[in-house]
């Protein structure tokens, strides 16, 4: 009772007229900075710290709440629309729901995302509300060998499960883990792989790679590859902008998977979204496999549905995480723990305490932000499919132009330019040679972790490896990683048992035939 009784009180302090608006300029800023690529929510919030200084800590985390939800709906429409995500957390979205997209279902692609959005994040504001306490213990009880054994089960669920090649899959894989040891090593100060070049003692931004591959590699891609395809071809996209109820109903079970998957994530500083979205992703491809008329590949709203749900879950539980434990799970919660402390603040338990009116305000306006957003988006989600009707030269030439600006923006280097066209001819080889992306991904994001853990692990215990597989926890994920990888290795057994039985059946019945 106590805790609904201060959160009323949030919601009064929230939902006065001045800290609308600035939920509503958040929600605005946010999701038209994610549309561009290499310009997610984390660079709008970085580049809002100067502007704050003059508003009061309320209002400037409600609005900073704002732009970190509202950057996740804009990364996402540009993966959905243009195959061009603008942060690595909207990656896994773009697989199916651009093929929704190409096949005229753009508007419906952008209110399923809206609404997973919508779901993922206000089940997670809820679970943050009530179980903050909780989530100290479940977090504390993670050491280096639970984070390694983590990053383990991410390697091998994005390289194996979810790709269809596993050879591709782990090269894609080992490429993303070249990348991420590329610069100066943290514990002994040696350069790695630099070549002696200044430039890369700091490595390779994660956003240098993640738009070089999807969206300058799509973009030569498509001009060396497909060049004959004119504006004849355009996408037009048609329709509602909402979903059937037959849609509806496909969607849900993947929003609530979506919303289970992705909570847990929240609380663990494995890489922010990436993590829980591929696995809801792998989750519902698995799922799909099984049914009569699988519709992974040809654009299925489920594949699309469970990680937009999962996606927002996990920032939603970040922000949890980040307020009552002083964890930022992500680079936009890394900001924002540098905002509290501009303002004299430090989120933790103490937090509670010390600042009351400001964190039952802010937890407030996530309920706020969630129906601001979904208010805002699904009614333009055919205003955003018509940015399709750009003919494609000009569309394309505009995408290489906000890459180069989003990157040069984040560094200010014209070397991460020069990066940035050589990981994107790379982008373009991997998408020639149909290797997967998403295990490069992963691979950059958490190798470092999974580096640092296993450092750590064995330094404390004076070099015994076998520390990695003592703990409870760390045993459950390699358990639960082996009875993955079981079932996968048999559902292609049968997969493939099934296909050589049906050619058989055809060559009898053209033979027959004959």
Known sequence: METLQLLMEGFAGALTWQNLVWVFVGCLLGTAVGVLPGLGSSMAVALLLPVTFSLEPTAAFIMFAGVYFGGLFGDSTMGILMNTPGQASAIASTFEGHKMALNGRAAQALATAAIGAFIGGFVASIVVVFLAPALADFSSSFGPAEFFALAVFAFAATSTVVTDNVVKGLTALFIGLGIAVIGIDGVSGAPRFTMDSPQLF???????????????????????????????????????????????????????RGT???????????????????LAFGLEKRLDARRKDPQFGKGAIRGLAAPEAAGNATTGMAMGALLALGLPISATAAIM?????????????????????LVWALLASFFIAMVVLLVLNLPFAMLWAKLLLIPR????????????????????????????????????????????????????????????????????????????????????????????????????????????QEQKEEELVSSSAR
């Open 393 to 500: 030269p000009y569309l394309y030439a505009g995408i290489t132009i906000f890459c180069a600006l989003g990157i040069y923006a984040t560094s200010g280097s014209t070397f991460d330019l020069l990066m940035l066209l050589g990981v994107g001819l790379l982008g373009f080889l991997m998408r020639a040679l149909d290797f997967p992306i998403a295990p490069l991904i992963i691979g950059m994001v958490l190798g470092p972790l999974a580096e640092t853990s296993l450092r750590d692990a064995a330094m404390s215990a004076n070099g015994d490896f076998s520390v990695l597989v003592q703990g409870p926890i760390a045993i459950a994920l390699y358990t639960l990683l082996a009875l993955v990888l079981a079932f996968t290795v048999r559902g292609r057994l049968v997969a493939r048992k099934r296909a050589k």
């Open 202 to 256: 700091d490595g390779i931004s994660l956003v240098t790679v993640t738009v070089a591959v999807l969206a300058l590699g799509e973009v030569i891609y498509v001009a060396c590859l497909e060049r004959h395809v004119s504006d004849k071809g355009l996408i037009r996209p048609k329709g509602r902008p909402w979903l059937s109820r037959k849609e509806f109903k496909e969607a849900t079970p993947a929003w609530l």
């Open 337 to 357: 723990l540098a905002a509290f402390r501009q303002y004299g603040l430090q989120p933790g338990p103490l937090l509670f305490d010390r600042a009351p009116e």
């Open 260 to 278: 289970v998957i992705g909570l847990p994530f929240g609380v663990v500083p494995a890489g922010g979204s990436e993590i829980p979205t591929f």
